[in-house]
């Protein structure tokens, strides 16, 4: 993996993805997204953390010939992306996400009031994909957004505009979701799911993890095997005191570390035994496997 | 007894005349002593002899039978003392007889033994002691007589001095209880002679015991017959003497100690038992009572710890005594966290159920599958074919281990031999052993087995070309008609190939192991370093390849080169070529990985064909030769298989099956067969263990089949007696214990009745097991009709039926009586750090509860978003919104929840079964003992020393109420129990919507366990319950201790489905009410059921109920925010 060495400042409108992110496709995810979003149909992206949603939507902006911004809601500086190319919107929900922090709000400056398009609306009007990651995190008002931009009519109100946005053709609304939380306060409502094609998105058998693995960290192909081999065996106990399995994710950092010449039981330890559980009974088992998979 | 005075004897000669009116024995008798008596006894003598006979006889009406016993005694009395002495005696008799006649009786019948062993001058004392019995009843004298008759006997070995402390002692017993008297005296005939020196000690042991406790004395009589004379004199007198100790020790028997201090000498070794008496001595010094319980515990800590170390426990113990007796008797009863932990600490061996937790996850996490862990001496004691109760195994269900490892010196190095021999049988699994398939073709190999042909002649009759086998689920082979053999499985049918099938098995567990050892190192690096260091110490403990017969030693051959030794490999050179090809074909195993069970099974052949070829005869040692060293690189892989030509070996092992059915002692065409001696099965590899893959396969195809359901489509017939009595019958692997009867017919009958039961265990679905047509067992009647403003009917959920019985229980709400509230403020204490720590998690949600509201009219504070929006708003010309504040708001949260308690009588059951003996459930006989038990167990009413499950989650509630209030989220409590449909019991701990109130506590101190778990309607009346709140997110929260159960709740056959797919059905309806439930359980064998009754809802189970009281927060807490 290339390490940047100091960070770089890009515009919005210059950013753009330099090179194809690295993505293994699983089944026909990538062509059932272009079907969608030539279809203009939303697509919802659903899976355990750390299952490559984002990146797919990275791949797909990049595949689709598109640049990328990523808009933090905090940060709605982005002028009006480049001729042609459309962004890649990206935004992390929060629970404190209202429907204002997506569509834009009026700013005080010396002279007066500035308006000032939210991410999403930017979207809207340049056309481009707008992702909102862990999309059950908002709060509930942002469905009502959502809604009329998600079925025919692809419109977005700006009631303090008093305005009515049609979306550009390009534009596209994806959302993620990991419903495995346990959590039965966070779901979301059947209207709102109803308006996306869904995508199953699951850890990748252990061949395809060990490349991503290999590539993503850098270790060599055995080690990155291994560490596989290790996620497998963890998420075989998916239901058996484990929440949440390992994620490739941190299946990666693991292989950072090991990279970076820390031993590969400990990089495990630190990295996936102690990021999964906190009971000792199940860390101890999980240290055991480490320990059978790697010398 | 006072001395007779002196009393001259009549000098008027005694005649026959004055006998004449007795019975004419008496009168025989007299003349045939004194025909014996006249030529020894001066004449003056011999008178008063016969005048004191005379003088008895007429004493009282029945003492003539005293005066006939005296004749016949006398001759015999007379010869061992002299005349003065002589007549002492009859005197002293005669006197007996003043007291009663059948004390005399007994006397003079016993005198001619006794004199023989006694001094004379003890004559008169032995009598006292005699009489000394005697109180004039007619229990005392028959006690009184048994003492004189056993005097004989009891002189041989003990002393006279013995003999009259033995006599006092059953004197003080005989006034309290002449029964117990006599049943000691009767115990004390066998027991006393074999006590030797210490006779004395022990009966100075029963009278004390007598003085405190005299109900315990026979039972001391009892354990001292029993333990006592097994013991050496040097053992038994330090042991005596601890019991002394203990006779006056509150809470302590001495008989128990006997008994278990003779068991536990007797179980350690010799060298060690002094010692382990000193120890018990000096820890009687501090706490007497303590003392037994270290003895009884001490063979079991010995199994984990050396001497030296077990000292140290003592001492720990005994320190810990001088200070609380009770402390320290709990401490060596090993009911003491602080007992284990010291001999945990102490020992380098580790017990299976400390880490069978760990193991089950790490081999679950390896196979993908629902492994459990159990010790090896379970799948033992269901005799279904296994017999050896250390040995690691597994049936492809389950793993099987040693109770406890202690092997090497370091718990480290122990535990890794858990986890070498535990990935070993996992790898059973997990690579496919008994995924074995008879016609899937190996990845190495031509395949021979397409060309054997079926074998094993069962039916004599029949010609071999004309049998055909079908294996279950398998077509017939094609090609050959005749009769079908179904096979079990395919590892059956592949079995019956070899006329040797116990060769063919172990040359088949040999290479399998090889095979899976591979697998192994090759897939779990990290495991090689101790998997390798296993090998060679198994090396070490193989027998010499020169000790064995050719076979046998090829075989041992063919063991060494799969643990992986490559020098010093000797063979017999005659076989030197043999013996390369097996090296050959190992090694092939060995270094390939990714080889499958088929491949093992072709290698199997190939061996087989070539071992079977080998006469096991003695070879002298210098016939052996060491096969050498090969390049192992130039070792081709499929290279010099041409060795092995398919269709020479087909014919051979089927040429081997001919001879085998034709005639046992014809010769087949090889030269020299059936010269050698009983082929044995190789020594085991201790870390590979036991396997049985016929067993396995079967075993586990059905619970697998079972989970994988139907999709195949091709039925499965069900298993019969006979098929599985034929697989018993062939199979190399069904060992019968050893019995000393030697009646392995009945055995072997047995091992079939629970083989079928372990296979119906795993077939719930397949109904041919059980014993007749599944009848209705429901009871009769329709639909109920509510009975009162607070009983409520219920549907039912029929799952065979697939509907509902309408109206079909009768839910009665009542409200939880109230207690005391001390059980509420004694938990909150006990627990005080733990409530601090949850109250703090729930803090911790508070603020997300008191979430910032924004955008209201009136608030705490400006909302400078919305103060900003306004001020825009102003410039732009717009109206600004006048919603600029915000605030805490409570209303964020609106949570509903329903605890449902099972208060079912299982829950009375004691949390720790160990701590609570059975005999304190048993009522004594005695009825003063009964009473004294009566008020013991009143007591414990009032106040239990022991937990309950119910206890637990009771704690569980209170700590949970407690966070509750700190929350406001509203919640209510029920519990639920009931028995038959129509009356099921449902319980108002706290209503929701009622207020915390100090009548909450008290109704919680009143939750006790009572009749069944009828779920289904409780869960209904809950949700409704739940469905009548406004609350945005409603809960249920179902704690229970095991599967629901009621009378009627189930049907025969269907047993426990019934009721699992009501409670399910009663989920679902609450789900679609929008209540999201959630069961909590302790059933620890939950899993099996909670899969189908809690599938797609929420679910936990918790190992230890004692977790209870801190998960319930922390799951209701994750739960719902």
């Given at each position: 993996?290339a ?17 194809e ?9 990538v062509?059932?997204?272009e ?5 203009k ?22 595949k ?5 911004t990523?808009?933090k ?12 190319s ?6 992390a929900?929060?629970e404190?996400m209202?429907a ?10 010396a002279q ?11 979207a809207?009007k ?5 992702y ?6 908002a709060?509930k ?7 009329p931009?998600?079925d ?23 959302v993620s ?13 059947h209207s709102?799911r ?7 998105f ?7 993890e060990?490349?991503?693995?290999a590539?993503?960290?850098g270790?060599?192909d ?6 596989a081999?290790?996620g ?6 998916r239901?058996h ?5 390992a994620?490739t ?8 570390l090991?990279?970076?010449?820390v ?5 495990c ?5 102690w ?9 101890r088992?999980?240290?055991e496997?480490?320990s059978?998979?790697?010398? | ?6 009393r ?9 005349s004055?006998?004449e009116?007795?019975p004419?024995?008496v ?12 030529n ?8 008063q002899?016969?005048?004191q006979?005379v ?7 029945r003492s003539?039978?005293a005066?006939?016993e ?15 002495q002589?007549?002492r005696?009859?005197?002293?008799g005669?006197?007996l007889?003043?007291d ?8 003079f ?22 009489r000394?019995?005697?109180r004039g009843?007619?229990k ?22 013995e003999?009259?402390q033995?006599?006092?002692?059953l ?17 004390s ?10 006779t004395?000690?022990f009966?100075?042991l ?8 005299w109900?315990?004395?026979?039972a001391l009589?009892d ?6 004379p097994?013991?050496t ?7 005596l ?14 008989g128990?100690?006997?008994?278990d ?11 060690q ?6 120890l018990?001595d000096s820890?009687?010094a ?7 319980e270290?003895?009884r ?6 199994e ?14 005994a320190a ?6 009770d ?5 060596f ?9 010291i ?6 061996g580790i017990?299976?159920s400390?880490?069978?937790d ?17 010790a090896?001496?379970?799948l033992?004691?269901?005799?279904i074919?296994?017999v050896?109760?250390?040995?690691p195994?597994t ?5 099987y281990?040693?109770?406890?490892v202690?092997r090497?010196t370091?718990?480290d ?15 059973h699994?997990?690579?496919?052993s008994f ?19 079926a074998?094993?002649n069962?039916d004599p009759?029949q010609p ?10 398998l077509n017939?082979e094609p090609?050959e008609?005749?009769i079908?053999?179904a096979?079990?499985?395919d590892?059956?049918?592949?079995f019956?190939?070899?006329?040797d099938?116990?060769l063919?098995?172990d040359?088949?567990?040999v290479s399998e ?6 697998r192994?190192m090759?897939e ?7 998997y ?5 110490n198994s090396?070490?403990q ?8 050719a ?13 992986g030794q490559k020098?010093?490999l000797r ?7 043999a013996?390369r ?14 080889a ?5 099974a072709e ?17 002298p040692?210098?016939e052996f ?6 390049d192992?690189?130039?070792e081709?892989q ?5 060795d ?7 014919e051979q ?16 065409d090889g ?21 049985k ?8 195809q059905?619970?697998f089949?079972q989970?994988?359901g139907?999709?195949?489509?091709e039925?499965?017939?069900?298993i019969?007696?006979e098929?599985?009595q ?8 069904m060992e019968?214990?050893p ?16 083989l ?5 265990r ?5 109904q041919?097991?059980s ?7 429901d009871e009769?009647g ?12 219920y ?6 039926a ?12 009542k ?5 005391e ?8 204490s ?18 997300e ?10 608030g ?8 900003i929006?306004?001020?825009?708003d ?9 919603k600029l504040f915000?605030?805490?708001?409570k209303t964020?949260?609106s949570v509903?929840v ?6 079912s009588?299982?829950t009375?059951?004691a ?11 048993a ?11 009566l ?8 106040r ?6 119910i206890?637990?989650e009771?704690?569980g509630?209170?700590?949970l109420v407690?966070?509750?209030?700190t929350?406001g989220?509203d919640?209510?409590i029920?519990?639920?129990s009931?028995?038959?449909?129509e ?5 108002v701990i706290?209503?929701?919507?009622e ?6 506590p ?8 009572l009749h069944?778990t009828?779920?289904g ?6 949700t409704a319950k ?9 809960f249920?929260?179902l ?5 629901p ?6 049907r025969?056959?269907v ?9 399910r059905?009663?989920?679902v ?10 069961c909590?359980?302790v059933d620890?064998?939950?899993?099996d059921?909670?899969k189908?009754?809690?599938?797609d809802?929420?679910?936990e189970?918790?190992p ?6 801190q ?6 807490r994750?739960?719902t925010?």
């Open positions: 993996m390490t940047q060495t100091e960070s770089r400042k890009h515009r919005v409108e210059e950013f753009v993805v330099q090179s992110p690295f993505y293994v496709p699983i089944t026909d995810e062509e059932i997204f079907a969608a979003y030539r279809q149909v939303p697509v919802l992206l659903k899976g355990p953390t750390g299952t490559g949603k984002t990146r797919f939507v990275e791949y797909m902006a990049w689709l010939g598109q640049p990328l990523v808009a809601p905090e940060a709605k500086r982005a002028a009006d992306a480049p001729n042609g459309i962004p890649l919107v990206t935004v929900c929060h404190d209202t204002s922090d997506l569509v834009g709000r009026y700013l005080l400056d007066g009031t500035r308006w000032i398009d939210g991410p999403l609306t930017k809207v340049v056309g481009g994909i707008c909102l990651d862990e999309v059950v995190e709060r008002d942002t469905t009502v957004i959502i809604h931009l998600t025919h009519r692809r419109i977005l109100t700006i009631d303090k505009l008093g305005e009515v946005v049609e979306a550009a053709d390009a534009f596209l609304l994806v979701y990991n419903p495995g939380y346990q959590n039965a306060l966070k779901d979301l409502k709102t109803q308006r996306f094609v869904a995508l199953e699951d850890f990748p058998d252990q061949e395809r060990a490349r991503i693995i590539h993503e960290s270790v060599d055995e080690s990155a095997a291994m560490l081999k290790l497998e065996k963890i998420r075989n106990l239901e005191g484990l929440e949440e399995a994620s994710r941190v299946l990666i950092y693991a292989g950072r090991i990279e970076e010449g031993a590969p039981r400990r990089a330890q630190v990295s996936v035994t990021g999964i559980t906190d009971d000792p009974q199940i860390q088992s999980l240290d496997v480490v059978s998979i790697f010398p | 007894m006072t001395q007779d005075p002196e001259p004897a009549k000098p008027t000669r005694v005649g026959e004055d006998l009116h007795l004419p024995a009168l025989e008798k007299f003349r045939r002593a004194r025909g014996a008596l006249k020894r006894l001066a004449e003056e003598t011999l008178d002899w016969a005048a006979g003088a008895i006889a007429r004493k009282t009406v003539w039978e005066a006939a005296y004749f016949d005694a006398s001759p015999e009395v007379q010869r061992q003392l002299p005349s003065g002589f007549l005696w009859a005197r002293t005669a006197s007889c003043d009663s006649p059948s004390l005399a009786v007994a006397y019948r016993a005198s001619p033994g006794a004199v023989l062993r006694l001094r004379p001058r003890y004559i008169d004392d032995w009598a006292t002691i005699g000394s019995l005697y009843t007619w005392s004298s028959a006690l009184s007589c048994r003492l004189f008759e056993s005097a004989p006997q009891m002189l041989e070995s003990i002393s006279f001095e003999f009259g033995f006599g006092t002692f004197e003080v017993l005989s006034r309290r209880s002449y029964d117990a008297a006599g049943e000691c005296l009767a115990q005939l066998e027991l006393l002679p074999k006590l030797g020196g210490d004395s000690s009966i100075a029963a009278r004390a015991q007598t003085e405190t406790s109900r315990e004395v026979k009589f354990s001292a017959s029993a333990s006592l097994n013991l004199p040097q053992h038994r007198g330090p042991l003497s601890l019991a002394r100790r203990l006779v006056n020790t509150r809470g302590a028997n001495p128990n100690a006997l008994s201090g003779a068991a536990a000498l007797n179980a350690i070794p010799a060298d038992r002094g010692q382990l008496l000193q018990a820890l009687a501090a706490a007497p009572a303590a003392a037994p270290f003895l515990s001490a063979p079991s800590v010995l984990r710890v050396t001497f030296p170390q077990l000292q140290e426990w003592q001492a720990e113990g810990l005594g001088r200070d609380n007796p402390a320290a008797t709990a401490f009863r090993m009911e003491s966290a602080r007992s284990e932990e001999l945990d600490a102490l020992s380098s017990e299976l400390r880490v069978s760990i193991l089950r996850m790490y081999c679950r996490a390896l196979a993908a599958r629902e492994i459990d862990i159990q090896s001496q379970q033992v004691d269901k005799h074919g296994w050896e109760g250390d040995a195994t049936e492809g269900t389950t793993i281990l040693p109770a406890v202690n090497y370091s718990k190095q122990n535990f890794l031999w858990f986890k070498v021999i535990s990935t070993h049988q996992t790898g699994i997990e690579f496919g995924d074995f398939d008879y016609e899937r073709p190996s990845t190495m190999f031509s395949d021979i087995r397409p060309l054997l042909k074998g094993r069962r009759q071999l070309t004309e049998q055909r086998d079908t294996p279950r689920q017939p090609g008609g005749g079908e053999t096979f079990l499985t590892m059956s049918r592949f019956n190939r070899f006329s099938n116990q063919a098995l040359v088949f567990t192991d090889t095979r899976l050892d591979a192994i090759h779990y690096r990290g495991i090689v370093k101790p390798l260091l296993t090998q060679r090396i070490e193989r027998p010499a390849i020169e000790s064995l017969p076979r046998q030693a090829l075989l041992e051959f063919m063991v060494r080169i799969s643990l020098d010093d063979a017999p050179r005659e076989h030197a070529d013996a090809k097996v090296r050959r074909l190992v090694r092939m195993l060995r270094n390939s990985p990714l499958t069970v088929e491949d093992t290698v199997t052949i190939r061996i087989y064909a070539l071992l079977e070829q080998i006469v096991n005869e003695d070879i040692e210098d030769e060491t096969i050498e060293h090969e192992s690189q130039a081709p499929e290279g010099g298989l041409e092995f030509d398919p269709e020479s070996i087909a092992l089927a040429a081997g099956m001919q001879t085998d059915s034709e005639n046992q002692n014809e010769q087949a030269p020299e067969d059936d010269a050698g001696l009983q082929y044995q099965a190789p020594q085991e590899v201790d870390y590979r263990g036991e396997f893959p016929e067993l396995g396969q079967l075993l586990s059905l619970k089949d989970m994988e139907d999709g195949s489509g039925s499965m017939q069900p019969s007696a098929q599985l034929e697989l018993m019958k062939s199979s190399a692997e019968l214990e019995s000393e009867n030697g009646n392995e017919n009945q055995q072997s009958d047995e091992m079939l009745q629970n079928m039961k372990e296979l119906a795993r077939e719930p679905g397949n041919n097991f014993q007749g047509p599944i009848s209705h067992v009769e329709g639909p109920l009709q509510p009975t009162g403003r607070n009983s409520y009917v549907d039912e959920w029929d799952f065979r697939n509907e509902y019985k309408p109206k079909w229980c009768l839910v009665h709400e409200e939880m009586a109230d207690g509230p001390s059980f509420y403020q004694e938990t909150l006990n627990y005080a750090s733990m409530v601090r720590r949850i109250r703090k998690q729930f803090e911790l949600v508070v603020p509860m008191y979430r910032k509201v924004k955008r209201l009219e009136d705490e504070e400006h909302d400078l978003d919305a103060l929006e306004a001020v825009t102003l410039r732009t010309g717009h109206t600004p919104d006048e915000w605030r805490r708001n964020e949260r509903a329903a605890f449902l308690l099972d208060m009588a299982s009375a059951e949390i720790d079964e160990a701590k609570r003996g059975p005999d304190d459930w009522a004594p006989d005695d009825p003063v003992e009964y009473m004294v038990w008020r013991s167990r009143r007591a414990e009413g009032l239990r020393s022991y937990k309950r499950i206890d637990v009771k704690e509630i209170v700590l407690n966070a509750l209030e929350l989220d919640y209510g029920y519990g639920f009931g028995y038959g449909r009356n099921v019991e449902f319980y706290k209503d929701i919507g207020r915390f109130s100090a009548m909450v008290r109704r919680i101190d009143r939750i006790a366990p069944a009828r779920m309607p409780a869960i209904r009346h809950t739940l469905a009548a709140q406004e609350a945005r997110s409603r249920m929260f704690i229970s201790d095991g599967r159960q009621d009378r009627g709740y189930s025969e056959g047993e426990k489905e019934y009721a699992v797919h009501d409670t059905m009663a989920l309806e609450a789900r679609k009410e929008g209540v999201t439930p959630f909590l359980t620890r064998e939950g899993h059921y909670l189908t009754m809690m599938q809802f929420s679910y189970v918790l230890d109920i004692n977790l209870l009281p998960r319930l927060p922390q799951l209701y994750r739960l925010t």
